[in-house]
Each structure stands twice: as structure tokens, then as C-alpha cells.
């Protein structure tokens, strides 16, 4: 919440002795500063209010509106400037100063059709006490919202008087029946988690159905009998390395079946997988291995060539070698007696990386038990038939990854993995999805936004889709989706939030019919199973129904840590002062609001907290005014200083495809209808899409800086030969949001990414009729290249030109041979077909 605002007070405006007998309307307005900065008690915030007050009634014989012109506030008629909330005190009665010689006079209360103010506490003085009312804007706030305010401030009230000497942030807001509704009632989500560890989970579904396809990649597919086989010959391979509880095994293989079953092996040792993408920058890659220090590496040929030097096991599955020794082994299922460890819901089962506030990544370390729970609980709640398919898009590096493989295989479904081009090309997708009959995908906003357009513009139907979920981001309910969903009523989707610490904590279900939708962004739900969520204030005090705090999450989900940082782990894993003794809560760093159905709903990140001009600013707040423009698609705000100093809100906006002329004019007077004049952003860019990490999540640092221009690049800038190669510069140059494009520049050098290489080939393929994938742009990532590429693809279907009349024209091959044959025998008739 806020911690200095800033309070309209009317005066009398009658402190000179001349105007005390006077009759007229003298009265002012002063503006009242509330510093709660440094948690005060309530005796040393009443004093700075007193010291306050007595101040501004000093000056009080200055006009408001001087001090507007002074202050010169961006002016806006749907609100007064520089306050918004009114206190007014009326010590005269209505029964006092009425009786006037020779005239009655009788007050009139007046009813007005709009409340002036946000909001308005006016304090009648009388003989028998105060009264007090509130008044509202009714455009702002519901009536049942400043009902349940007034609670909150009757029981400020008495816990002020009652304790003084308190601090303002210990003092109880909320009443019994809303604190039982915020820890227990909404809390209150059920359990239902298997006992069984993942092996035995996964090695039941075996017994079940061994003959039913387990995993599908490209061509390729094993059974549930096949994969376990494997699993279980490569984990008996580890358990002779010594692997077990309490180690973990870097995974570092290509999408593939074999991928699959590795992971499984590393289970079914009991060890925890460490998962790396050798696409990542070679010191993050190194410092993963030497932080987690894994026990050996499993990888291939192609694959760890990219691994850094050093001592670790590496077993490189398609050496001969290395293959020979765990065909060898047995293919029966490992038990606890043959593992240099019992497996325990404690057990960890995979230590993921992500990014670290200090510039290094830091490990996180998920048991067994957490996992075990969100997989029963997204059996349970995502109905699914038996051998139905589900797409293993995530990254592995992407805890949503392990939801996908464990989601399908304990439960008898069929994983299939997409290829990595298919992955970028959301065209391509949904051709894969509709060829695979894929019923489940799981997929983050930037990329579903992607898919959406591209299934809506080929008029696309995806018969066995059932159930869409997305995760990782704010998600945003554009028309894209709603064209998409009102085409395929049958597909469900749902919004799941969780970070890595937690994995997947909230889950919310929109309605089937996109008419029942809410407005552009989706909840985020309420907690999963054994998962108890609590929206605190910086004193971890509970805060009130539809007011914003940060959220705190206990229960099974929780990671037992980050790998050797035990200060960090202590800092962001605290007591549970709501559960019993000895339990904790993860403290996630996002701010959210328990809306008045019980559903979370996303705010923004705390530490997306910035101070311009000496203010301090929610993004979110921006980003969210933003986004109820029909014609922004998605928006992030940073607050940038490329030049010391002068720091500056920046809103990268990516327009509805459809939309209007879009421009910077009309987004400034969006944002001012909503926001005060210090958080309106002071340059807006428009992008085609935002730029998004490995994760599928928006990635900040990759913003471009709003200057418009071409960035200084290594190569020399050569100018456009051809009038492919002009066409595809422009394009480039409009999706870039660069001012000019040389040849031989390089697409991702330029800050281009998958996503918008897809905007790239769409323009392309509308403007010069040519077949082109994204793989394409990866291949030939300059201009000169992807016109040297299309022209190559194009020479053998040119279109046929009318050749000048007279022009003498070579015979073809087969004209020769007939003119030949017609030498040969002269007035036959063997090549005239009758039609």
C-alpha cells in the first residue's frame, strides 16, 4: 500500500477578524500530507499529521487553485488535481447558528447526481458524539467494497485507542469473519495425493497399459513397456556409479524419446535431474554444473561437444561404448533395497536454475512430495481419456516441462514431443497439433497469442483439443483468443500460476462461453491442493478483500531451497506465523488480491517497484491501464535511464492485430484517464510482439532502448540491391521498429527473436507470395541471405511474361525431338491426338 498521500481538507476560510460577521462563501482547500514512511505507531503518526496541519493552516489563506497553478499538475477534468480523497470535520451542528432576527432558516441536505471526490469522510461534531459517512464514487468502487472499508476503519478506530503506542502495520483491520474466510475458507482446497513415489506411480500405469504408446518424437514412438525397460537399464547404470537420494544428474539431451526416458532413469535412481540447455551461454552452463555439482552428466555425441571441460561422469548415451554397458543391465523395476538409498517424499527430484538477482542463476531444489501432489491433483481436475495426447512443448529447463511428462505418463496418455522448429512457428504448430490430434497443451500467453492468430487466419479446426493451459505470465484475454475459443467451444482453458519455488500453486477454469469471460486479463485462481495461499502487507499482516499485497505460499509445493545459498533460502522461505509450528511460506515477490469470489488476481511484481521524479511506482498499475485498451494486444513499462539521471517510464506496446491507428497521442490520453500524471510513461514504442527468454516469459532486458534507429553494428551498413531484398528490409525495418536495414545485417543481431520472426514471414509470404518458415530466418538471419534463399526457392515456379511480339524464341527439348521425328517421317500422323 502507499505510504505518503495526500489529503484534501476544507477550511472556513473566516481567520481574519474582517470577515468573521460577513455572508458569503469564503471557504478553501488544504492539502494535508500523510507520512507513514518508517512504520510509525499511531501517536507518532498523529503528531507528523498535527506538526502538518498546523502548517498548512498558516498558509491557508493561500487559494487552492494558486497552488494548482504553481505546482501546474497535469490537469484532468474526471478528478481534482494533486488529491483525490476529501476529510471534512463539521463541528456545527445543524440545530446551532440557525435563529437569525426577522428570518427562518431551514437546512436543506441536496442530494448530488455524482460524487465529486474518489472518496469523502465528512465528521459531524455533537453533543452526543461524531458521525460519520462516507461518500463514493460509485465508478470506482461497489458498494459492498466500501462497506467492508468502513469495517476495516471501525476496527482502526478501536485499536488505537485501545493501544497507542502500537504500530500502525500490527494494528487488526479485518474482522473474524473475514480472517476465517482469507485463511480457511478460501484455503480450503482439498488433497487427495498418492503415498506412492513417482517410480512406483509411473511403474503402475506400466502394468496397466504396457502396450499403449508412452512417448512419440518425430516418426518415433515407444511403449510404456519400451520406455520402461530403458529406464529401468539406464538407472541401474547410474545406481552403479553410486547415484542415489540426495544427488542429482545433469540432463543434457536434445528433444527426443530418449530425453523421456532419461529423465525417468534419473527417478528411478532416486537422484534429482538437473536439466541444461547447452544453448545457454557457456558460463551459465559452466557455473550450473559447478554449483548443482551434479554426480555425472547423461548427454549424446552432438550435445557434448557444447559441455565445458572438466572432471565430471559423462555417459554419452550414443558412444557404443557407454550403450553396451546398460543394455547389459537388468529391465526389471529398481527397489529401495537395491538403491544406495530409500526414496522419501523428501526425496528431491530435480534442482531447476533461474535467474538470480546477483547476476548468477541459483538452483532450486523441488521434493518429491510436491510434485507427487500437483500431478494427482492435475489428473483429478483435468479430466482426460485414456491414451489421449499431450504435447511436450516446455522447455526442460521450464518447471512446467515436468507437469507435461509426468501429467501424461502416470496416468496412462501419450507424450508427444514437437520438433524444435515447430516450437517457433506457431503456423507450424498448429498444423502439428491438428496432424498429432493432440488434446492438452500447455503453452505461455506470448506464444498462445502467437497460436491463436495463426490457427483464427487459416480458419484452422482442431478437433481433439480439450484443454489449453497457460502458465508462466500474465494472461491476457485478447480477441485472438476469443475468436479461437468461440470456434472450439470444447476446448478448455485454464489459467495455472506458480513460480519455481512452488510450481504450479492456483489454477483458475474460464467459463466455456468466451461471453462469460472477464475483462482482458484472467485470474489467477484459487490454491490447489494441500496449498494454503496468504496476501500479506510488509509486516506480514493478512490485508483485507480486494486490497493489494504480496503473496506468500505454504503447503506440499514447497522447494526445500536454493543449492548453497542458505541466506537466500532463509531470507525467502519464512515462518508460517498462519500454520501450525515448524511449517513455512515462501515469500514469491508478486502482489496480488483476493478478489470477493475468492479468486487471485495478479498485480505486478514488489520489486517492480521504481521511484521517478521521487515517486514510487507500481508497473503493474501502468501495465494494467494499458491493457484495457481494446487496441493494445500487450504491453510491458520499464523505467529506463540510458542517460544518468533522467529516468524515464517506457511502454513497449504490441498492437491488436485489426487495430486502429495506434499512436502515442492516444495512448498518453489513455493512460491519463486512469493514472496521475507522474506514472503516465514519457515514451511508448511499438513493437510486434515482446520480447520473450527460453522460458516462454516476457524478458525485460531485451527491450530495445526507444531511440528508432539502427543500433551500431560491427558490419558495414549496405543498402537494399533488389527489389526482394527492399521488400524485405522494409519489413524487417517495421517489425524491428528500426530505421534502416543493411543487407548484410543480421535479424536477431537487430534484437529480433522467434516470435517476431514469425510476424516477419507472414508479412513476407502476404507481400511476395513466397512459402517461407521460420526455420528460414534462423538459416539465412540476413537480408541478403533470405533473398538469396527465396529466389532459389522461386526460380523453378517463375510466373510465365509475353515475350515482345517478333522475338525469335529457342525450341524446347521436346519441340527438338517432335521436329525431329517429323524430319524422320514426313505427313505422320502418330503425335495428332484427336480432343
Not at 467 to 491: C, K, M, N, W, Y
Amino acid at each position: 500500500g502507499q505510504d505518503d498521500i495526500a489529503v484534501g481538507v476544507p477550511v472556513a476560510g473566516r481567520s481574519r477578524t474582517e470577515v468573521e460577521n460577513l455572508i458569503g462563501f469564503f471557504l478553501n482547500t488544504l492539502v494535508i500530507r500523510g507520512d507513514l514512511t518508517g512504520d510509525p505507531t499511531f501517536v507518532e503518526f498523529l503528531a507528523r499529521v498535527r506538526d502538518m496541519a498546523l502548517g498548512a493552516y498558516e498558509s491557508q489563506d493561500l487559494p487552492f487553485e494558486r497552488l494548482v497553478e504553481e505546482l501546474a499538475p497535469e490537469r484532468d477534468l474526471s478528478r481534482t488535481p494533486i488529491f483525490q480523497v476529501m476529510f471534512a470535520l463539521q463541528n456545527m451542528s445543524d440545530d446551532d447558528g440557525w435563529s437569525l432576527p426577522g428570518m427562518y432558516v431551514e437546512p436543506t441536505r441536496l442530494e448530488f447526481p455524482a460524487e465529486k471526490f474518489d472518496m469523502t469522510l465528512l465528521v459531524r461534531e455533537s453533543a452526543v458524539g461524531f458521525e460519520c459517512s462516507l461518500s463514493y464514487s460509485a465508478d470506482l468502487f461497489e458498494r459492498v467494497t466500501v462497506e467492508r472499508m468502513v469495517g476495516h476503519f471501525q476496527r482502526l478506530l478501536a485499536g488505537v485507542v485501545a493501544a497507542p503506542e502500537k504500530r500502525l502495520c500490527e494494528l487488526e483491520m479485518l474482522g473474524e469473519a473475514e480472517r476465517r474466510q482469507v485463511l480457511v475458507e478460501w484455503n480450503a482446497s482439498g488433497s487427495g495425493a498418492s503415498e506412492e513415489s513417482l517410480p512406483s506411480l509411473f511403474e503402475a500405469r506400466v502394468e496397466a497399459v504396457p502396450d499403449s504408446v508412452a512417448v512419440m518424437f518425430e516418426g518415433t514412438s515407444a511403449t510404456y513397456r519400451e520406455v520402461n525397460s530403458r529406464a529401468n537399464r539406464l538407472a541401474r547404470r547410474l545406481i552403479g556409479l553410486g547415484v542415489g537420494p540426495g544427488q542429482s544428474v545433469a540432463l543434457a539431451l536434445p528433444r527426443s524419446v530418449d530425453l523421456v526416458v532419461a529423465l525417468l532413469a534419473i527417478l528411478k535412481a532416486g537422484a534429482a535431474y538437473l536439466p541444461i540447455d547447452v544453448e545457454y551461454p557457456a558460463d551459465r552452463v559452466g557455473f550450473m554444473i559447478e554449483d548443482g555439482r551434479p554426480a555425472c552428466v547423461l548427454t549424446v555425441s552432438e550435445v557434448e561437444e557444447k559441455l565445458p571441460a572438466g572432471s565430471l561422469v559423462r555417459l554419452v548415451l550414443d558412444e557404443p561404448a557407454c550403450a553396451a554397458s546398460i543394455e547389459v543391465m537388468p529391465d526389471t523395476n529398481p527397489v529401495d533395497a537395491e538403491r544406495v538409498g530409500r526414496l522419501t517424499g523428501s526425496s528431491p527430484v530435480y534442482v531447476m536454475y533461474t535467474s538470480g538477482s546477483t547476476g548468477r542463476p541459483k538452483g532450486v531444489v523441488m521434493p518429491s512430495a510436491g510434485l507427487i501432489n500437483l500431478v494427482c491433483w492435475h489428473r483429478a481436475t483435468t479430466p482426460g481419456v485414456l491414451d489421449a495426447r499431450v504435447a511436450q512443448f516446455a522447455n526442460i529447463c521450464f518447471d512446467v516441462s515436468v507437469q507435461e511428462i509426468l501429467s501424461a505418463l502416470l496416468y496412462g496418455k501419450c507424450l508427444v514431443v514437437p520438433p524444435q522448429d515447430v516450437r517457433v512457428d506457431p503456423m507450424a504448430l498448429v498444423e502439428w497439433l491438428g496432424r498429432n490430434e493432440i488434446h492438452e497443451l500447455h503453452a505461455p500467453n506470448l506464444l498462445l497469442e502467437e497460436f491463436y492468430k495463426a490457427a483464427n487466419a487459416s480458419r484452422a479446426v482442431l478437433p481433439a483439443m480439450r484443454t489449453i493451459i497457460q502458465s508462466g505470465e500474465v494472461h491476457v484475454l485478447g480477441e485472438a483468443a476469443r475468436e479461437f475459443h468461440d470456434r472450439h467451444p470444447d476446448v478448455t482453458l485454464h489459467n495455472q500460476y506458480g513460480p519455481t519455488e512452488t510450481h504450479e500453486i492456483t489454477s483458475y477454469t474460464l467459463p466455456s462461453d468466451v461471453r462469460e469471460w472477464p475483462g482482458w486479463t484472467a485470474p489467477i485462481g484459487r490454491p490447489i491442493w494441500d496449498t494454503d495461499i496468504y496476501v500479506l502487507d510488509a509486516g506480514l499482516g493478512l490485508v483485507p478483500v480486494s486490497v493489494v499485497g504480496e503473496l506468500y505460499v505454504s503447503g506440499a509445493g514447497l522447494a526445500k531451497g536454493y543449492v548453497n545459498r542458505p541466506g537466500l533460502t532463509a531470507e525467502r522461505f519464512v515462518a508460517n506465523p498462519y500454520g501450525p509450528p515448524g511449517t513455512r511460506m515462501y515469500r514469491t515477490g508478486d502482489l496480488v488480491r483476493w478478489l470477493p469470489d475468492g479468486n487471485l488476481e495478479y498485480w505486478g511484481r514488489a520489486d517492480h517497484q521504481v521511484k521517478v521524479r521521487g515517486i514510487r511506482i507500481e508497473l503493474g498499475e501502468i501495465e494494467a491501464a494499458l491493457l484495457a485498451h481494446a487496441d493494445v494486444a500487450s504491453c510491458v513499462v520499464v523505467a529506463r535511464e540510458d542517460t544518468p539521471g533522467d529516468k524515464r517510464l517506457v511502454a513497449y506496446c504490441v498492437p491488436e492485430d485489426g487495430a486502429g491507428e495506434l499512436t502515442v497521442d492516444v495512448l498518453r490520453e489513455w493512460c491519463a484517464r486512469t493514472l496521475p500524471d507522474y506514472m503516465v510513461p514519457g515514451w511508448f514504442m511499438f513493437l510486434p510482439t515482446l520480447p520473450s527468454n527460453a522460458n516462454g516469459k516476457v524478458d525485460r532486458l531485451a527491450l530495445p532502448e526507444p531511440e528508432g534507429t539502427r543500433p551500431e553494428l560491427a558490419i558495414e551498413y549496405v543498402a537494399p540491391r533488389t527489389s526482394v531484398e527492399e521488400t524485405i528490409a522494409q519489413v524487417w525495418a517495421d517489425v524491428l521498429g528500426v530505421g534502416r536495414i543493411g543487407v548484410h545485417d543480421n535479424f536477431f543481431a537487430l534484437g529480433g527473436h522467434s516470435l517476431m520472426a514469425t510476424r516477419v514471414i507472414s508479412r513476407l509470404q502476404r507481400e511476395l507470395r513466397v512459402k517461407v518458415a521460420v526455420r528460414d530466418m534462423f538459416t539465412a538471419p540476413t537480408v541478403a541471405g533470405l533473398a538469396d534463399m527465396l529466389n532459389q526457392d522461386t526460380d523453378d515456379d517463375l510466373p510465365l511474361a509475353p515475350r515482345e511480339p517478333g522475338q525469335d524464341n529457342p525450341l524446347s527439348f521436346a519441340q527438338q525431338r517432335l521436329w525431329f521425328l517429323d524430319q524422320l517421317m514426313p505427313g505422320s500422323v502418330e503425335y495428332s491426338l484427336p480432343l
